[in-house]
């Protein structure tokens, strides 16, 4: 008996000093069966939600066929929907409400709404976990992060920026993602006269576990195997690692990199934001190729969104009213249409049914 304790000790010990990833625990099993069954056997139409932010609406669009379905006018009147992001666990999308201190929440049979959860003030950038029941919202007029239970709605926490780092008066949470298994949330915070960081928060109990400096104007994404921190000021692409933010040592580039969403075959598509332009970032390689003028006359390049079935991919333009879409397999980036979204789209969600 004593033997087998100390061998199932000694296992345990050296799986948690030798874990390189986020994985330290299996993810709900059940939770994660639940959500491919709901995406396998009830497949329905996929779609691309684009945030309209001048005009308090946001357009629903066909994943497949790029024909727009209809447009959710937002409840209040003088909403801003700055950020979109998707459920498949629960098959909600969730609106964050730049102007009105809340997320609305609807439903995707007939985009109805259902919900609507409070945040700060300044909505913006947001990301949601299904393994972890949880949305992060940043709020970037009061420069709080909101962390919102999805079960049931409530704010678990309120969390303010670290008072140890050497912050402008002008520097406020930006971007946000959280790792693939739900253990860890990061946040970019942004500064146009200071220093610019990314920060490491535990899920579990919210705590602040690590803080890195990196290049101005920075954002976020996630494979299932590494984090990505995008500078737009230095046109980098970095890897990361997810459980101690350390850098992996690979790093690419793109001029003015900005928007981004993952691929199907380990590649980031990118954008080039003041330099209207979409490209495949090879993850293997580092090496960025596919560069491609958008089609829009108008905006810059703002952010992406990518249906991996039939290989499309979505170019919200800010500034104009337009939305942009693309043929893109990784190795070829081919423009097929443009189509009026609605006045400056700004955020963009793939929901994958």
């Not at 801003?80 to 102007?99: K, M």
């Not at 439903?107 to 700060?120: L, Q």
């Not at 909505?123 to 972890?132: G, I, Q, T």
């Not at 079960?151 to 303010?160: E, V």
Request: one cysteine or more; proline letters at 3%.
């Amino acid at each position: 008996m004593k033997k087998t304790m100390l061998l199932f000790a000694t296992f345990a010990m050296i799986f948690s000093c030798t874990t390189n990833e986020e994985i330290l625990t299996e993810p709900n099993a059940e939770k994660q069966d639940l959500i491919q069954q709901r995406h396998y056997q009830n497949k329905k139409t996929d779609y691309f939600a684009v945030a309209n932010r001048g005009d308090g609406t946001v357009s629903i669009y066909n994943a497949d066929t790029q024909v727009k379905e209809t447009t959710i006018t937002m409840p209040d009147e003088n909403s801003a929907p700055t950020y979109v992001v998707y459920s498949r666990y629960r098959d909600l999308l969730y609106v964050a409400d730049f102007n009105n201190q809340k997320v609305v929440v609807f439903e995707t049979e007939n985009f109805s709404k259902v919900n609507e959860f409070p945040t700060g003030n300044g909505s913006f950038h947001m990301w949601l976990n299904d393994y972890a029941n949880q949305l992060w919202v940043n709020n970037i007029v009061d420069k709080t992060t909101s962390v919102i239970n999805l079960n049931n709605g409530n704010t678990l926490a309120t969390l303010s920026l670290p008072n140890n780092l050497n912050l402008a008066s002008d520097t406020a949470q930006h971007d946000v993602i959280i790792s693939p298994y739900g253990y860890f949330a990061y946040v970019s915070v942004f500064s146009q006269t200071g220093q610019n960081y990314v920060l490491q928060y535990s899920t579990y109990n919210f705590n602040l576990m690590k803080s890195i400096e990196v290049g101005g104007d920075p954002h976020l994404t996630a494979t299932n195997r590494r984090l990505y921190i995008l500078s737009q000021d230095d046109s980098s692409i970095t890897e990361y690692h997810f459980h101690n933010l350390n850098s992996t040592g690979r790093s690419g580039t793109m001029q003015n990199v900005h928007g981004v969403t993952p691929g199907k075959n380990r590649n980031l598509f990118v954008t080039d934001i003041s330099g209207r332009k979409v490209g495949s970032y090879k993850i293997n390689t580092q090496v960025t190729s596919s560069i491609t003028n958008a089609g829009s006359s108008s905006g810059v390049a703002h952010n992406l969104a990518y249906n991996p079935d039939k290989k499309i991919l979505a170019l919200t333009l800010s500034g104009s009213n337009t939305v942009d879409f693309f043929r893109a397999n990784g190795k070829k980036i081919k423009y097929l249409s443009t189509d009026e979204s609605g006045a400056n789209p700004f955020g963009i969600v793939y929901i994958d049914r």
